[in-house]
């Protein structure tokens, strides 16, 4: 378990982190994570910026997936795990003591890299998360959050009429768009994406970006992600990790056609990763 | 020269073989291994096979036709005055000879021709012996030369090795088969027996069981009655006594055990919760005879309740707690099989442990966690030793767990032990019990490993 150091008041470096376009809706100072002695994180600064996407890269064990889950705080469930820094959603700092972790969950969903449908029917996969927050009441608001989550994951069309299906029968696609629903059923500001379409083939993952592109409007999205062109296509900001340090972060056009840091540089053309 | 011997010899000439072979590989091949189409060794092995398994052949074979032919040979030679005896006579007579011959104990007096049969007799089994040794070393020599001709570049002997080796594990798993159809031959043969002296209706239906036969006609109490149905409640009773302590407790354990528990807890938790597996059921039995019954009777006194001083709620309590371990141990494996990818997947929708636990882990483990109970349940129908001693002898027909009951297991166990005679209905109930037992049991087992290894397929 982890309770990460609480400061008051974090002294905002004014850095390249500061430089979200738009308003920043999650903001992390210094935030550095160990497992157990090895530290895996080392002093971040990053902003999410609203309604957009921001792509993180970097190559393996780099910490940017370890960075991801400390936005909703995943990293709690890992033994050994301890994060110090300050994170903060909405000027709220979410490793606070008095911060219910159920709460933050349910503002920050995520998506993870396997698709991992409960093995449920398609139906109650959705409505699991409405459910345990007590968002739904009766089977019509149930019926209209199933339909609506799905519509905007894009898998209506397809599963409405095999709703009572197990979703573990859907193909790999369409079971990470049945995650996504899930997320989005919850009604979350910020969606957190692990790899989502490293386990799935390349039609399936363009669906999973045009996706993305789509969720935009309405949601503040991080997205980890192997693939460069990837990060390219859906993200406005990049973010490049390199041994557990936030090496560059930009505007996506930017880091790939003119990287400041020549580490970043090295990495975008391919010559370690 | 006893088999045991036989065996050694062919084992040092085996080995001796084998390293003979290896060096006529190596010789053959120019002192290296490397234009051998298989390594040495296999050469080695080639030549030891064919030293060792035909002479063993022989002497299986020997030994299983040898008494037949020695008998008929015998049998042939008998004197004429044994002509006149009866069938029943005369194989006593051919035991009295073989017995003599043998050097054994002969209760008959022993006549000249007796002894003159019993000299031939053992006459014959020594020829028979010296031919067969002179026809296994004859098979071992020619076995050795012709393994030594074959070796050669070419000889592909790791092939012919891996062939015998495959037949020797298939006969392995062969006789464990085998064992395992004896025994359900034997059973539903003997029950089939039973089943002509009792009506099958009766046995299956009947409400009243008092397995006493009779050895004499006018003996009191002749009639025995075999009906079985008390002996199934009793066993339904007990089990669902058992089932009903172990289940919560061996569930509640699991779920703690794996989704609670530090990891160092665990590790000292869950062998410990095992050693219940080890215990003897023997020292289980007197526990609930000694210590558990005379409990419940003395509570059961002190708010005016008459218990049985042996009862099934006894005998049930003390067997649930045998069996905890099955549960716990087993639906703590499905319930570790759950892929950790589903927790974090609850937990990111801000589900609390507790919620993760009842409507994902569980949901996702129920078939594993079924196959577990049902498994403990076939292990508590077929549990013994408890029950001899604390839950009584007296077939009653009742649903309260306070009063004696009995199993079908402790009817068995009655029924057979002591000194007893093999054709009479009593003896061949228990065979009958047996048989329904058995089926039972196996219909539970074969179920519940049905589903636990559809579930196990659905994470592999």
Not at chain 1, 168 to 175: A, F, M, P, R, V
Not at chain 2, 34 to 62: D, E, R
Not at chain 2, 99 to 109: D, P, S
Not at chain 2, 235 to 240: A, C, E, G, K, Y
Request: hydrophobic content about 50%.
């Amino acid at each position: 378990m982890s309770l990460a150091e609480t400061e008051g008041t974090a002294p905002v470096q004014a850095g390249q982190a500061a430089q979200a376009a738009g308003e920043a809706k999650m903001t992390a100072r210094d935030a550095n994570v160990y497992y157990g002695d090895a530290q895996a994180l080392k002093h971040v600064d990053l902003d999410i910026g609203t309604n957009e996407v921001t792509s993180l890269i970097g190559p393996s064990g780099c910490g940017k997936s370890t960075f991801l889950r400390c936005l909703n705080r995943m990293n709690d469930v890992i033994d050994g795990c301890r994060v110090k820094g300050d994170i903060r959603l909405d000027e709220e700092d979410i490793y606070h003591p008095s911060l219910d972790v159920v709460q933050l969950r349910a503002r920050v969903g995520m998506v993870f890299q396997k698709p991992n449908p409960f093995p449920k029917s398609i139906y109650e996969n959705i409505v699991y998360g409405p459910r345990i927050h007590g968002m739904v009441h009766n089977k019509g608001d149930m019926d209209e959050i199933v339909e609506s989550s799905l519509r905007r994951a894009g898998l209506w069309e397809e599963a409405k009429d095999r709703l009572e299906q197990p979703g573990t029968g859907l193909s790999g696609g369409q079971q990470q768009r049945l995650c996504i629903a899930r997320a989005i059923a919850v009604n979350p500001e910020v969606i957190l994406m692990d790899e989502p379409c490293s386990a799935l083939d390349p039609i399936a993952t363009s669906r999973i970006e045009e996706l993305i592109d789509e969720l935009r409007q309405n949601f503040t999205i991080v997205i980890v992600t192997h693939s460069m062109q990837q990060a390219a296509r859906v993200s406005q900001r990049t973010a490049f990790f390199h041994l557990g340090i936030l090496v560059e972060v930009g505007p996506t056009e930017e880091i790939f056609t003119n990287p400041k840091d020549k580490r970043t540089q090295d990495y975008i053309t391919g010559r370690f990763g | 020269m006893n088999v045991l011997t036989i065996l050694l010899v062919l084992l040092i000439l085996s080995a001796a073989a084998y390293f003979v072979g290896q060096r006529q590989a190596l010789a053959v091949g120019g002192g290296s291994a490397k234009q051998l189409h298989s390594l040495p060794s296999y050469h080695g092995f080639y030549t030891a096979l064919w030293v060792a398994l035909p002479a063993i052949i022989l002497l299986i074979l020997w030994l299983v036709i040898e008494p037949h032919v020695a008998e008929s040979v015998l049998r042939a030679n008998l004197p004429q005055a044994y002509s006149q005896l009866t069938d029943a006579e005369l194989n006593l007579r051919i035991g009295e000879i073989k017995r003599l011959a043998t050097g054994n104990i002969v209760g008959a007096t022993i006549s000249q021709d007796l002894q003159a049969a019993a000299d031939s007799y053992a006459n014959t089994m020594t020829v028979s012996r010296i031919a067969m040794l002179l026809i296994m070393a004859a098979l071992v020599g020619i076995g050795f030369v012709f393994a030594r001709k074959r070796i050669s570049i070419t000889l592909r002997a790791r092939n012919q090795v891996e062939r015998v080796t495959t037949i020797i594990m298939f006969l392995a798993s062969l006789i464990a088969i085998l064992t395992t159809v004896g025994i359900i031959l034997s059973l539903l043969f003997e029950t089939g027996r039973f089943f002509t002296m009792v009506p099958f209706w009766d046995f299956l239906f009947g409400i009243h069981w008092s397995p006493q036969t009779a050895l004499r006609a006018d003996q009191v109490g002749a009639s025995g009655a075999f009906g079985a149905i008390p002996l199934f409640a009793g066993t339904l009773l007990i089990t669902f006594i058992a089932m009903l302590v172990a289940v919560p407790v061996g569930l509640f354990s699991a779920i703690y055990m794996s989704e609670y528990a530090s990891p160092r807890v665990r590790a000292i938790a869950k062998p410990l919760l095992e050693v219940l597996a080890g215990i003897p059921t023997v020292v289980y039995g007197f526990f609930a005879a000694l210590a558990v019954a005379p409990f419940f009777r003395g509570m059961g006194e002190s708010i005016g309740l008459d218990v049985s001083s042996e009862s099934a709620l006894a005998a049930g309590m003390v067997m649930g707690i045998m069996i905890i371990p099955f549960v716990s141990s087993l639906s703590d494996d499905v319930m570790n099989a759950v892929p950790q990818t589903l927790r974090d997947g609850s937990y990111a929708l801000g589900a609390t442990q507790s919620e993760t636990v009842r409507q994902v882990i569980l949901p996702a483990a129920l078939p594993g966690i079924v196959g577990a109970v049902l498994l403990a349940v076939s292990r508590a129908i077929g549990e013994t030793m408890i029950v001899v001693m604390a839950a009584g002898l007296a077939a009653n027909l009742t649903a309260n767990p306070l009063e004696s009951v009995t199993t079908v297991t402790v009817q068995i166990v009655t029924l057979l032990t002591g000194d007893q005679e093999f054709d009479s209905a009593k003896t061949l109930a228990a065979f009958a019990l047996g048989l329904v037992l058995f089926v039972v049991t196996l219909c539970l087992n074969v179920y519940a490993l049905h589903i636990v290894r559809k579930y196990r397929e659905k994470y592999d």
